[in-house]
């Protein structure tokens, strides 16, 4: 189980909390050993806990999962908790899946699958994408129409807001006509996106997509345009090993930027200025960051 939840904390770090892989590329690091040791994270985690102070949600939930897990500090199981839970208790949508995940797993909290599973209705009401995504594979393992229905439209849902193992599991559903009518132009668009955000997986559905539509004199047009997309070379420039302090450096750089978290209070305060009389984080976005969501969201 700790094993497991070091692979969660890697992989939400690097873009999607949970168990789900979370780039574009569904790049979950193959070790699970990566943990922030000998102090890489230290400054880090002090900035977290310096945010979770001024009411960053987002802060608390990654201080959770560091807590929970040990990676960077000493694991503390009721500091996970606590920190989890008060984000959840304001309804931050991450921190409310990944409870729920915690009561489905019984990691740090007794196993209930009945808490997980309101947990969980609770973070497909707030539209997070992975809960909606998760809620979907369940439906689709029961053998009911109307939950087919329901997990194929949470599918469709998370797929839209570009969850990269969604819009994945899609395509597979559209090219096969399993669980909906069979779509290839649908599924072939599906992974036309992934390949060119660098979703290699995708590039065989892509090749097996474009034989499937060549016989179809009205989608030639399509098919030249899947065509180039496949034809292009994606090329990722890596500047430095996937390292978590890296990756937790480039989260923490993004919630300074937002500039909502002041040094004189304990809550998020959308009103107040960056002047002479308060002193809070302001920074402008640079060109090339990763939006704070789609690092926490699985988003390409």
Known sequence: MIKNSRLLLATALFVTLMQFPVNAQSNAPDSVDMACSDGQCNSEIITLHRMARFGSFEAMTLLGMVYATGDGREADPEKALSYLERAASHRHPMAVFLLSEWYRQGFVVAQD???????????????H?????????????????????????????????????????????????????????GAA??????VLSGHEESRPFLRESIAMLTPKPEAAELVADLQQSYDIEVIQVIGRDFKPDTVLTDVVTQLRR?????????????????????????????????????TLSGQP
């Not at 959308?270 to 640079?286: A, I, L």
Request: contains cysteine; charged residues 25%.
């Open 113 to 127: 699958l009945q808490q997980a599973e309101t947990l969980l209705a609770d973070a497909v009401k707030l539209k």
């Open 129 to 185: 994408p992975p809960a909606q995504y998760k809620k979907a594979l369940l439906l689709l393992q029961q053998v009911d129409e109307s939950n087919i229905a329901e997990g194929m439209a949470l599918l469709e849902l998370a797929s839209d807001k570009r969850l990269v193992e969604a819009m994945f599991l899609l395509a597979r559903l559209k090219q096969q006509g399993t669980y909906t009518n069979t779509d290839l132009e």
């Open 189 to 194: 668009q599906l992974f036309k996106n992934l």
């Open 258 to 294: 937002t500039g909502l978290y002041t040094r004189g209070s304990l809550s998020r305060i959308r009103t107040v200025q960056c002047d002479g009389r308060f002193g809070c984080y302001s920074t402008t976005p640079q060109r090339g960051d990763r939006d704070l969501n789609q």
